[in-house]
């Protein structure tokens, strides 16, 4: 009789879990579907819009049912941190998603870059250059930002992809540009332990190297007051990871000559912003303080009337970008920020109205800089040419 009832009472606790994530599984699923994951920063799957013989034969409808399934699963986060911490805790597993953790830093770990994507990436870069700069009066340059994970393999042993590889490509593919070499001026402790991005007040020495190549770094003063936002961030892998890992602090550098330099952003109208815009710090990405959340804004002007060098620079850059170069805006009078990611650079001429706001004898007459991070070449982050 005890183990009748012991079966009974077994039974009915199993059937109403059963019931329950049933209930659950429908409203996450079907009545209240979450369209984006705030923690992995990526939108979820939703239900297969398409259900039809075609996209079932070939599978397309099976597999989008599928990611909705993982994706709208009730109490998802819960169990991914479950998952993260008994795999890496446990079973001693160094990666989880692709992510692996030593002495609190997150990073992505690559073991090869996809050939099509750094091919792509550098063919738009060549072609801006050959149709804007290649016969201009001004002076090109290229530099690549090593991402966190090219120290992380050094420092741990972890596999990594090809670098030297990716720099020869692009030095030879934007030939008439000088190159500036910063992987020598970095080191792992320079990013954020969470995040992709490296930390404003750890990159003097790259600072130095680029206004070096530059030629600029006589208007450097040096001296900077350093600012700690009261408040942690939380990076990209912050939330990717679900190990809940201790949240860096961002911090920033000023001084008198950044404090007084203007930043434009060329939106829907023309608009004065800040340069370290305290107010996004607790919206999405607290890296959006730099520039006022560049990404996205596609074209910036950054003024320094009282900078003794009366030159202009254009610099076409990724996120990492929006951290040096209001360091950098001491040593210029005018920097055009440009953001390929987000402008369609396809339309000649006119560029799609950056005429407009940069006048053509700038695109003649000033210094360009491609700065971007292995990160972006090794993505399709950018539009592709048109045909």
Not at 205 to 221: H, N, P, Q, R, T
Not at 336 to 342: G, K, M
Request: charged letters at 20%; glycine letters at 6%.
């Amino acid at each position: 009789m005890q183990n009748k009832t012991k079966n009974i009472l077994v039974t009915v606790l199993f059937s109403l879990f059963i019931a329950f994530f049933t209930v659950m599984s429908i409203y996450s699923g079907f009545l209240n579907p979450q369209k984006t994951s705030e923690a992995e920063r990526r939108p979820l799957a939703q239900f297969p819009s398409d259900l039809s013989w075609e996209a079932i034969k070939d599978k397309t409808a099976i597999d989008g049912f599928e990611d909705f399934v993982v994706d709208q699963f009730p109490f998802r986060e819960f169990f991914r941190s479950i998952k993260a911490r008994f795999q890496m805790n446990v079973l001693g597993l160094k990666e989880n998603n692709g992510l692996a953790v030593e002495d609190g830093y997150i990073v992505k770990v690559e073991s090869t870059f996809n050939d099509k994507f750094v091919s792509d990436s550098i063919d738009i870069l060549s072609h801006i250059y050959d149709q804007y700069f290649k016969n201009g009066k001004g002076n090109a340059f290229v530099s690549i930002i090593p991402d966190k994970n090219y120290y992380f393999s050094k420092d741990y042993g972890y596999a990594s992809p090809d670098y030297g590889k990716l720099v020869a490509d692009v030095r030879a593919a934007l030939a008439g540009t000088q190159y500036i070499d910063l992987f020598d001026s970095l080191e792992l402790e320079d990013y954020y332990k969470t995040d992709t991005h490296w930390n404003q007040p750890e990159i003097l020495g790259a600072l130095e190297k680029l206004a070096i190549g530059l030629g600029v770094s006589d208007y450097l003063s040096g001296e900077y007051e350093t600012v700690t936002i009261d408040g942690d961030f939380h990076g990209v892998y912050h939330g990717q990871s679900a190990l809940n890992p201790k949240p860096d602090k961002i911090s920033y550098l000023t001084n008198a000559s950044i404090a007084g330099t203007k930043l434009y952003n060329y939106g829907q109208k023309l608009e004065e912003v800040p340069m370290y815009n305290l107010d996004l710090f607790d919206g999405e990405d607290g890296y959006n303080v730099f520039l006022s959340g560049a990404a996205g804004n596609p074209v910036m002007r950054i003024v320094n009337n009282k900078c003794q060098n009366k030159s202009t620079l254009i610099v076409f850059r990724d996120s990492f970008g929006s951290s040096i170069l209001p360091l950098l805006s001491e040593a210029y009078q005018t920097i055009y920020v440009i953001d390929i990611r987000s402008i369609d650079y396809n339309i000649i001429p006119g560029w799609n109205g950056l005429y407009e706001v940069i006048p053509k004898r700038v695109f003649e007459e000033a210094d360009v800089l491609f700065l971007y991070s292995t990160l972006i070449f090794n993505s399709n982050s950018f539009k592709p040419l048109a045909k």
